[in-house]
T-cell receptor, first 110, second 113 residues
Framework: QKEVEQDPGPLSVPEGAIVSLNCTYS??????FMWYRQYSRKGPELLMYTYSSGNKEDGRFTAQVDKSSKYISLFIRDSQPSDSATYLCAMEGSASKIIFGSGTRLSIRP | DGGITQSPKYLFRKEGQNVTLSCEQNLNHDAMYWYRQDPGQGLRLIYYSQIVNDFQKGDIAEGYSVSREKKESFPLTVTSAQKNPTAFYLC????????????FGPGTRLTVL
């Protein structure tokens, strides 16, 4: 079993829809959770991070962590074609290493 | 401009040749990382270095080597021992420590013919 599981998609939604991206993890010691966005043929860029359970909002993006269920989510409101990318969840592992999910490919249809 | 640079963007090599990928950062970060990304597999850690002159193997180090002689530079050599070297290679850096925000370079796509 992988430490971090993420549905690879692809996920295709119409412009303006609310998008929900999710990851599950197995290690209850994880404390620090991140979402990266990666455009095609580019390096990932950090989108959001959280250090506790609950919600964190930044503009159209909301990151949610449920430690009791070992489940994290990223919600995108009013989705735009420019949000089309691969979204990677990530968690801080041991010795300053990050464990990445496999990424979900998202496409927003105009 | 602060950031991480990787060169070249695209690299072609013949099978059996060693090749070195460059990674430079001017963020004054202590830690640097190399990842490999294959379709549908996310990022897999090859090597990482938390301080100059020290580095550790990641999850898929076989067939790769690194050096960290300067804080700013962390080159990766893909040797002929790496059985499937064709991939997208990403370099990242972070300040280090327990809260570990990693910043990525633009990547190098290596194709071995």
């Amino acid at each position: 079993q992988k430490e971090v599981e993420q549905d690879p998609g692809p996920l295709s939604v119409p412009e303006g829809a609310i998008v929900s991206l999710n990851c599950t993890y197995s290690n209850s010691a994880f404390q620090y959770f991140m979402w990266y966005r990666q455009y095609s043929r580019k390096g990932p860029e950090l989108l959001m991070y959280t250090y506790s359970s609950g919600n964190k909002e930044d503009g159209r993006f909301t990151a949610q962590v449920d430690k009791s269920s070992k489940y994290i989510s990223l919600f995108i409101r009013d989705s735009q074609p420019s949000d089309s990318a691969t979204y990677l969840c990530a968690m801080e592992g041991s010795a300053s290493k990050i464990i990445f999910g496999s990424g979900t490919r998202l496409s927003i249809r105009p | 401009d602060g950031g991480i640079t990787q060169s070249p963007k695209y690299l072609f090599r013949k099978e059996g040749q060693n090749v070195t990928l460059s990674c430079e950062q001017n963020l004054n970060h202590d830690a640097m990382y190399w990842y490999r990304q294959d379709p549908g597999q996310g990022l897999r850690l090859i090597y990482y270095s938390q301080i100059v002159n020290d580095f550790q193997k990641g999850d898929i180090a076989e067939g790769y080597s690194v050096s960290r002689e300067k804080k700013e530079s962390f080159p990766l050599t893909v040797t002929s021992a790496q059985k499937n070297p064709t991939a997208f290679y990403l370099c990242a850096s972070s300040m280090g420590g327990s809260l570990n925000e990693q910043f990525f370079g633009p990547g190098t796509r290596l194709t071995v013919l």
